[in-house]
């Protein structure tokens, strides 16, 4: 049989970007033409630095490029100093509550500053401070309106936490610093739902240029967190709206930089690593796809080369997919042929599937421009 060589399909355009002022988190630019950053936030007690730094670490390594932390108290403001010091991406204090831990974050050396003026008792009144002590250091700010903590006055308006009254409150504050002279912000107007959610971006982005960061709060346990930040962020980062993301899942915060890296890549806003292209449940398999699909993926843990690797288990399209892969296997009766680049290299029998795989990633040249060799 004459194989025909496919060749790598062209990498997508990525999507227009919405035209949002730049400005910096530390060494990290967000907005403009920068590209769509990952956050997460840690979930130790920030006063115990060695714990924060530990997981400050652990998601680094997930490709986190902006984190998080939380300050409710006196001793986690006493802790920021040592942090920023020693983490290796910029940190932002999350302040509720307590304007004081604003002024302690920025004199910190914190990259940013989170503050959400509805649960900051007379905040408005202290939006003079804040703006000159942060543009003194050249601190940011994130206004960030969350649905459950929205400005009391702003719901008694609307009723209830619509994307009106999310985005009506979002532009107040930025209007106040407008005041003061101070526009390095970027703002969230986050909802449990992800229409209202999504609506609320939109008009948001029709309305201002300051960078935005999206979220869909309280988003719940790792299954329905990771499909409801899918569809909200899939559909605005399609529109290119957003330009620095956190998913919020009720679960370890390395899962949210997992989801969020992947979401991103899936848009083609973030270089691909491993992408797992594998069968669905079907009558026509003729191999274990299920379990096979997982040992690939774990024998593949941790390779940093950026590749498809397609993991088929019949005939029917098996090796239409293989070939459109970088590479790939197409399975049956109880052999695999192996696939680089759209060419069979190799047959081997079921059982030395994952090895020959393995084998073939580790021994050639995957460079972009040229032929695997």
Not at 246 to 265: D, F, M, N, Q, Y
Not at 337 to 354: A, D, L, Y
Request: charged share 20%; aromatic share 4%.
């Amino acid at each position: 049989m004459t194989l025909v060589d496919l060749g790598i399909p062209a990498a997508r355009p990525s999507p227009p970007r919405r035209v949002s002022r730049q400005l910096m988190v530390g060494s990290v630019p967000v907005g403009g033409d920068a590209p769509v950053s990952v956050q997460s936030m840690t979930t130790t007690v920030t006063a115990d630095v060695d714990a924060t730094l530990q997981q400050i670490a652990e998601l680094t390594a997930a490709g986190c490029q902006i984190v998080r932390v939380a300050v409710p108290s006196a001793d986690d403001a006493d802790a920021l100093p040592a942090i920023v010091a020693r983490s290796t991406i910029p940190v932002i204090a999350d302040i509720h509550f307590q304007p004081r831990y604003v002024f302690a974050a920025i004199d910190a050396g914190c990259a940013a500053v989170r503050v959400n003026p509805g649960n900051i008792k007379k905040f408005d009144d202290r939006v003079g401070e804040i703006a000159h002590a942060a543009k003194a250091a050249g601190v940011s700010i994130r206004i960030g309106v969350n649905a459950g903590s929205l400005d009391p006055r702003v719901l008694e308006r609307h009723g209830k936490a619509t994307p009106e009254a999310l985005v009506e409150s979002a532009l107040w504050e930025c209007s106040l610093f407008a005041e003061h002279g101070f526009d390095d912000l970027k703002l969230s107007v986050k909802h449990h739902d992800p229409m209202v959610m999504i609506a609320a971006y939109r008009q948001l982005a029709q309305r201002c240029e300051y960078p935005l960061h999206l979220g869909v709060t309280e988003a719940g346990p790792r299954f329905q967190g990771t499909i409801k930040s899918a569809v909200a962020f899939g559909v605005l980062l399609a529109e290119g709206i957003g330009d620095t993301i956190r998913v919020s899942l009720s679960a370890p915060p390395v899962e949210e930089v997992k989801v969020g890296t992947a979401i991103l890549e899936s848009l083609g806003l973030r270089p691909k690593r491993l992408e797992i292209v594998s069968c669905p449940s079907c009558g026509r398999a003729q191999v274990d796809v299920y379990r096979l699909a997982e040992q690939v993926t774990a024998a593949f843990e941790g390779f940093e080369t950026p590749l498809r690797v397609a993991v088929m288990g019949c005939v029917v399209n098996g090796p239409g997919e293989a070939r459109e892969a970088d590479l790939g296997v197409s399975s049956g009766n109880g052999k695999g042929q192996i696939f680089v680049r759209g060419k069979v290299v190799r047959t081997v029998p079921e059982s030395q599937i994952v090895e020959a795989l393995v084998e073939e990633a580790l021994n050639r040249d995957w460079s972009e421009t040229g032929e695997a060799s």
